[in-house]
């Protein structure tokens, strides 16, 4: 008890987790909105059927999943943005995004793919143009199908966004770890900050399965 | 209504079209039979080019549908299709199915639309099936929603690719049914099929396909009972 009362309680110390959370959750979900809209615009390019577009997308794809997130992160920090002075907290939420982008442009391109070509063949045989079929018929059902994996990569940004610290930047982890050092005890607030992990990403697991129920109803036999 | 000119087609250097030479008049119910890898499904793709042409010409009312510069969703849509594997829209209820096109397309309002919608579900029975989806229907039934979603849009003609063959066979009645029904009605049909009841039976016109070429053609009649090619005979032979 006097242990969660000194690394939890006492001298506002919840206030820091809080703090740290509040992070972690900015980061995760600026990251996930950014990625989104990456992974979208770079997985239309690779199924566009344009030489240069794919190869754009491509190549963005390949650097970004070859390189490990810690890195980036720092590349980010002390290369590209270090001369604008832009807050720790916006770099991280770009740099996570850059980085999701990446995985979201291959999950999303599989869904497209994995959608039935006569589903295509359909929609152009009636007359509608490459645009509408793609709008209308293939990313409706491609987003259904991804929707599991897309929930995955979202709790892997979560879980990811705790090398954050490496940019002295306080989110969950960080907070946590400050806790240790002041009070030498490790257990409470490392597993305080695991249980809050654990709490994100199964409410939002949980989230997405309600999601996804609701739109498997034209697959019910 | 539909005139073919040489048309050519190949797939990395395999030619599957070798020069088809065919005139289609307005009312006319063509039947292409012929043996697979021949070309009949490529044919019938290429005349509203879901399959690329490689050479000739394609003219459909007038317009030469291989130029590049023509609008080829708008000759799209005087031109319904049916596939082999149905290809209903899985995302969409049957209703909505029918009434995309002609709504994404502006050529109804929505209300005008469903209303299409509910009169051609009617016209199949299948009317309290409107809000279903397609994974909850037969394959028969799928099969006369895709053929009543081509029509919706009120084509000049109709292409039906195998529409039988994914069927299981006790369901292959009613989609023949239908496809009679729509011959009665007047609607040029182009048919490629397997099912040599109904090319005897409702085609005016068959044309045997072989490697890439039309062998022969003859009223369904004189094709069945007097057939010339002795390939055609062969293959008549074999499924007869």
């Not at chain 2, 209504?1 to 079209?17: A, D, H, P, T, Y």
């Not at chain 2, 995309?100 to 209303?115: H, Q, R, S, V």
Request: proline letters at 4%; hydrophobic letters at 45%; one cysteine or more.
């Amino acid at each position: 008890m006097h242990a969660i009362y000194q690394n939890l309680i006492a001298m506002d110390r919840w206030k820091l987790i809080l703090e740290g959370l509040g992070n972690t959750i900015i980061i995760a979900l600026g990251a996930i909105v950014i990625g989104t809209l990456i992974g979208a615009a770079m997985a239309l390019m690779r199924v566009s059927g344009n030489r240069v577009l794919g190869g754009i997308a491509r190549g963005y794809i390949t650097v970004i999943r070859g390189i490990p997130m810690v890195t980036q992160l720092m590349i980010f920090n002390f290369i590209i943005f270090a001369p604008t002075g832009m807050p720790k907290l916006a770099i991280a939420i770009v740099s996570f995004g850059v980085n999701s982008g990446a995985y979201c442009a291959e999950i999303f391109r599989a869904g497209i793919q994995g959608v039935p070509l006569g589903q295509t063949e359909a929609g152009r045989s009636l007359g509608l143009g490459r645009a509408q079929t793609m709008w209308s018929i293939v990313i409706p059902q491609a987003v259904k199908a991804v929707l599991p994996t897309y929930t995955n990569e979202f709790v892997v940004l979560i879980k990811e966004t705790a090398v954050a610290s490496y940019i002295a930047l306080m989110d969950l982890t960080k907070a946590s770890d400050m806790i240790r050092n002041a009070t030498f005890n490790a257990w409470v607030p490392l597993l305080s900050a695991a249980v809050i992990y654990l709490c994100l990403t199964l409410g939002l697991s949980s989230l997405f399965a309600r999601l996804e129920r609701r739109l498997a109803r034209s697959d019910r036999g | 209504m539909i005139e073919v000119k040489n048309l050519r087609k190949s797939f990395k250097g395999l030619e599957v079209l070798r020069g088809i030479n065919e005139t289609i008049a307005k009312g006319e119910k063509v039947v292409v039979v012929g043996p697979s890898g021949s070309g009949k499904s490529t044919f019938l793709r290429c005349l509203n080019r879901l399959e690329e042409p490689s050479g000739g010409e394609i003219w459909f009312e007038g317009i030469n549908i291989c130029d590049p510069k023509c609008n080829i969703n708008r000759l799209r849509q005087k031109m319904g299709m049916v596939f082999q594997q149905f290809n209903l829209f899985a995302h969409l209820s049957v209703k909505e199915n029918i009434t995309l096109a002609p709504t994404k397309l502006k050529i109804m309002t929505p209300a005008e639309a469903d209303e299409k919608a509910m009169q051609l579900l009617n016209r199949i029975g299948l009317a309290e099936k409107a809000n279903a989806y397609p994974s909850q229907l037969s394959g028969g039934q799928q099969q006369r929603i895709a053929i009543v979603r081509a029509l919706a849009m009120n084509p000049d003609v109709m292409l039906f690719d195998e529409p039988t063959s994914a069927l299981d066979p006790e369901m292959v009645g009613e989609v023949l049914d239908l496809m009679i029904q729509l011959a009665e009605e007047g609607m040029t049909m182009v048919v490629v099929t397997h099912e040599m009841g109904f090319a005897r039976e409702v085609g005016t016109r068959v044309l045997f396909m072989d490697e890439g070429q039309i062998l022969e053609q003859n009223t369904p009649k004189e094709f069945f009972a007097n057939p010339q090619n002795p390939r055609t005979r062969d293959f008549l032979s074999k499924i007869l």
